[in-house]
Structures are given as structure tokens and as C-alpha cells.
């Protein structure tokens, strides 16, 4: 097996039908397992264990935090975040250095590394939408890590990415799972 260690928010909880923590899950109303991208990466390639931490509404410093939940024993990271910073008004260059930090003590624990970009926000302002822009360009640059393109993912996808304006229906979980089982997270 491989072991997979996430960290993230809402996107990789799975939000708004599935969560990591069985006490928020036990809360939502038709718990769907099939709404985390790491389902589907699991369903493409079984050989993969993911231990995932997250939690929604999370900025990347409070992702931090949670990192050590999972880094023991892990084979992979693959980094998520960055909307909850835009969306409460913090700075997008905090915001990538807290990413490429994650990164470095996953690369410190002899890990291989993926980041995912940020996704679309359709309930987002022109504001938000630059910010996105910007911090995908910050996590594009990181070096020596697998870039999982989530945002072009569902960008080009040919449907409605996201039920709630937040977060991608199953469907898009399939695609972002999809994804990232081809590029190796």
C-alpha cells in the first residue's frame, strides 16, 4: 500500500456530503463518501491508504497545525488549501508561504509531494476571483512537487462544478480524484 497523507479544508473533507471526523459526518443529513476526491482516487488505484485532515472553513495556518495528524508513516502529502485565507481577507503570499512551509516538512520527512491548486469559487467577487488567480500562480512555482491542477480541473469540466457555490457535487470529486491519481499523489 501506499499511504497518502491530506491536509486541507472543506474541498478535500469533502464538504458538503462527506467529513473525515465521524462527529461532523454523523451531523450531515445523506453522508456520501463518494463526495472526497480521495474516494475515487482510491477506487482508480486500490493499492492507495489516505489519511486525510481536514476541515472546513480552515486557513492554510490552521492546516498547519493538523499536519503531524498525518505525516507519520506516510508514503505521499499532497497539500490543499488556500480559498478560507482569500475568502477571510488574509494575504495571499502568507498564504503560499504557509503551503510551501507544509510542503518542506513533508520533504524534511522524506515524502514525495503534491499541492492542488485552488478551485473555482463561483459564489466568490471579482475580487476573490483575482486572489485565486494570484495564489495559483504562487503554487505553481513550488518546485520539486507534483502540481495537482484542481481549479482547470473543474474550470474545463463542461458542468455545473459545485451544488452549493462552495464546493464540487460528486461529479467533480470524480474528476479531481481522477486527476490526481494520474499525476501520482
Not at 148 to 171: M, N, R, Y
Amino acid at each position: 500500500m501506499t499511504v497518502v497523507a491530506v491536509v486541507g479544508d472543506s474541498i478535500s473533507a469533502g464538504s458538503p456530503l462527506w467529513d473525515p471526523d465521524p462527529v461532523v459526518r454523523a451531523r450531515i443529513p445523506a453522508p456520501d463518501e463518494r463526495s472526497q476526491w480521495q474516494w475515487w482516487a482510491a477506487e482508480a488505484d486500490p493499492t492507495l491508504e489516505f489519511r486525510t485532515s481536514a476541515v472546513y472553513g480552515e486557513r492554510t495556518d490552521e492546516i498547519a497545525r493538523r499536519l503531524d495528524l498525518v505525516l507519520g508513516g506516510a508514503d505521499v502529502l499532497v497539500v490543499q488549501g488556500g480559498i478560507n485565507d482569500i475568502v477571510k481577507g488574509c494575504s495571499v503570499d502568507d498564504a503560499a508561504r504557509n503551503l510551501e512551509a507544509m510542503l518542506e516538512r513533508g520533504r524534511d520527512a522524506g515524502l514525495s509531494l503534491a499541492v492542488a491548486d485552488v478551485l473555482p469559487w463561483s459564489a466568490g467577487d471579482a475580487r476573490a476571483a483575482r486572489e485565486i488567480a494570484y495564489l495559483n500562480e504562487l503554487i505553481h512555482a513550488f518546485d520539486g512537487v507534483t502540481q495537482l491542477p484542481f481549479h482547470d480541473t473543474l474550470a474545463q469540466a463542461g458542468f455545473e462544478w459545485s451544488d452549493d457555490g462552495d464546493h464540487p457535487p460528486v461529479a467533480g470529486h470524480l474528476l479531481l480524484g481522477e486527476r490526481a491519481f494520474r499525476l501520482g499523489a
